[in-house]
């Protein structure tokens, strides 16, 4: 009996459950990285006014600032038991990866509040390479058993020109590859070279969607642009002022003296005389309240800011801030942002994982991705003046120079740094005068 025939009802629950969650997630998709909101798709059309729909999309905004200060600066690498080895080989088998892999891979993390690495093998001029493919919520399905373990991913996606969606199952022996009936096999089964299904997930918290940018912003959002989209059409529909006339009638036919009407008159001087006692001429312009509205707009932005923890950096601020005193203002957004750390260094170490795993059995090498951590320099500003005055003040013994070296934000790489240094002083000893070879050839 074959794996998809044996597994027929699981499967089609998978399925079923996976296009049920999908609608959410797309949803999410169009709010998150295409910035089609609700309001924006379903603002009501009258054929007899303007139609401008204005598209603000805060929740995007904030899901590449939190990106920006997270992951702009490069991830370095330590060693536990400073194994050199270890890192440069980390280094070597990942060198070939997308250098925005992992800016891509938080953007949907935030986005959907979960996201899947999935790995996978290809040869190249007959070298193994290890790669790495983001899945997003939209694509992917991962079963796991009563203890959070893998049992099967199911990733879902279409292939060029053709509008069919197929289906690639992992398992811990095989990956299946079949359509969208989840009976017939497109190709034979690939072997699964890592031994067990190759996947990490990474969550915000275990509320995932639930806990994200959209599902707390998406109302304001969409009021938002609700309100932005009204009064641009309001000024749109009446941005000309009629000229009206009470009391009085004016020749629009009969030409004066110097060969115009009345009106062309108006229109050229700016001005006339009107002969009826109690005629008045005004113009009649559309009365809006736009300090309601302004106020009505501030404050929808002013909650999305508070709620999401960020910002305004519009914002008059005093010039002489301190960066510690800038930092403050940024403690909630840092603190957000530390979350999501988290969870990416919950990837990064299965991450790992599977690449010691591979190359340990296929070049035997001995090395351990629990000896590994990653270091993530936030892109926020850094007092680096008073970090080094802090650093001088402690007593000799307390600190070590590598670990001082670490605590800079211009730091990426401590242990290059040192390399340097040493390189630096060996190459300056060369250059050293023995003042008593020299005192002792001149005896």
Known sequence: MSFLTKNSELLRNVKSDYETRKIIYDKIYD???????????EYKHNPQRSNLKVRTNFIKKFIKEEVAYLVSNKITYT???????????????????????????????????????LYYTTEKNDE??????????????????????????????????????????????FIYHTDDTLVNEISDPTPNNFGEVPVRVGTISQYKEQDTLFNELKDLQDAFETNLSDIVNEISDYRL?????????IDTTTKKENGKTDLENLK???????????????????????????????????????ISNHIDTN????????????????????????????????????RIYFLFKLFNKAERLDY????????????????????????????????????????????????????????????????????????????
């Open 315 to 350: 914002e008059k601020m005093q010039s002489n801030l301190s960066g510690s005193a800038i930092r403050n203002r940024l403690i909630g957004l840092e603190q957000r942002v530390k979350d999501s750390e988290g969870s990416m260094k919950n990837i990064i170490q299965g």
């Open 31 to 41: 709010y998150c990285i295409t910035g089609k909101s609700d309001a924006y798709r």
């Open 241 to 249: 002022a009629y000229l009206i006339f009470i009391g009085c009638q």
């Open 128 to 173: 193994l390479m290890f790669n790495a493919k983001i899945v997003s919520p939209r694509d992917g399905y991962l079963l796991v058993d009563d203890f959070g373990n893998a049992e099967m991913f199911l990733r879902f996606f279409k292939k060029k020109f053709d509008t069919k969606t197929y289906i690639d199952i992992y398992t811990d022996d």
């Open 368 to 443: 351990d991705y629990r000896d590994i951590s990653a270091k993530f320099t936030l892109n926020i500003p850094q007092d680096d003046v008073s970090m080094a005055q802090i650093i001088s003040q402690i007593p000799e013994g307390v600190l070590s120079k590598q670990t001082a070296r670490t605590l800079f934000s211009f730091m990426y790489n401590s242990d290059r740094e040192q390399k340097l240094i040493d390189a630096e002083n060996e190459k300056a000893g060369e250059k050293e005068v023995d003042l008593d070879k020299v005192v002792g050839n001149n005896e």
């Open 268 to 306: 050229e001087k700016g001005a006339m005389s009107v002969n009826e006692k109690d005629a008045k001429v005004m113009f009649l312009t559309k009365d809006i309240n736009d300090t309601f509205v302004q106020n009505t707009l501030n404050t929808l932005k002013k909650n999305m800011y508070e």
């Open 79 to 117: 060693s536990k038991s400073d194994n050199k080895a270890e890192l440069d080989f980390l280094e070597k088998k990942t060198a070939h990866w997308d250098k925005n892999h992992e800016k891509m891979l938080l953007r949907d993390l935030l986005s959907f509040g979960s996201v899947y690495e």
